[in-house]
């Protein structure tokens, strides 16, 4: 089955930019969505497409995806920021979700 | 504005089944399809399945084949996930999602790809398994 691997945890200081990966076989070959959950929330949309962003989401925020990585990048980190960010993508009819990320800001 | 608002927090017994609801406003409720996600505590995130509210069909991820029933009610825009022979391990908070895309267009997903994604998604529903 496809998998896609996230680091556990990323650290950024207020204002500097935050990178999160996001791994998979072919990856830049689907299409990549980004979710950002903070404690006690719902999952909400950052990042679809690869590199669109809904309305109402920060400039802040902005995607890629090519070869076997997406990257989610978080330029001018502030400190609402910090939260849980999961990507998600399309494989042989089954949603597949990596297994998040921790950003942490401080 | 778009809306899915889910039934609230159950307590079941090892071997039951649990019925979660997710109802839908402000859109044309047959026209998305609708997923169910998991989240176990201090766990990731954990796709069960998907819905089209349209015709009723579905698709549910291996692991929880012959244990998961997705179906819908169009009278009321409200979609339901029941899950049966319970077990500790499926403690868990269970979203519904929004599918947002043409999948219902042939050839818009294909076996590689599907240009789609998850918006809204429900407050969530917590569902204690414990004896």
């Known amino acids: 089955s496809y998998e896609l691997t996230q680091p556990p945890s990323v650290s950024v200081s207020p204002g500097q930019t935050a990178s999160i990966t996001c791994s998979g076989n072919?990856?830049?070959?689907?299409?990549a969505c980004w979710y950002q959950q903070k404690p006690g929330q719902s999952p909400v949309l950052v990042i679809y497409?690869?590199?669109r962003r809904p309305s109402g989401i920060p400039e802040r925020f902005s995607g890629s995806n090519s070869g076997n990585t997406a990257t989610l990048t978080i330029s001018g980190t502030q400190a609402m920021d910090e939260a849980d960010y999961y990507c998600?993508?399309?494989?042989?009819?089954?949603?597949?979700f990596g297994g998040g990320t921790k950003l942490t800001v401080l | 504005q778009v809306q899915l608002v889910q039934s609230g927090a159950e307590v079941k017994k090892p071997g039951a089944s649990v019925k979660v609801s997710c109802k839908a406003s402000?859109?044309?409720?047959?026209?998305?399809?609708m997923h169910w996600v998991r989240q176990a505590p201090g766990q990731g995130l954990e796709w069960m399945g998907i819905?089209?509210?349209?015709?009723?069909?579905?698709s549910y991820a291996q692991k929880f084949q012959g244990r998961v029933t997705m179906t819908r009610d169009t009278s009321t825009s409200t979609v339901y996930m029941e899950l049966s022979s319970l077990r500790s391990e499926d403690t868990a908070v269970y979203y519904c999602?929004?599918?947002?895309?043409?999948?219902?267009?042939?050839?818009?997903?294909?076996?590689?790809?599907?240009?789609?994604?998850?918006?809204?998604w429900g407050q969530g529903t917590l569902v204690t398994v414990s004896s």
């Open positions: 998600q993508a399309w494989d042989s009819s089954t949603e597949v």
């Open positions: 072919k990856l830049g070959d689907k299409y």
């Open positions: 402000g859109y044309t409720f047959t026209k998305y399809y």
């Open positions: 497409q690869d590199s």
């Open positions: 819905i089209n509210p349209s015709g009723g069909t579905t």
């Open positions: 999602a929004r599918d947002v895309s043409r999948r219902h267009e042939l050839g818009y997903c294909t076996s590689i790809s599907c240009p789609n994604w998850f918006d809204p």
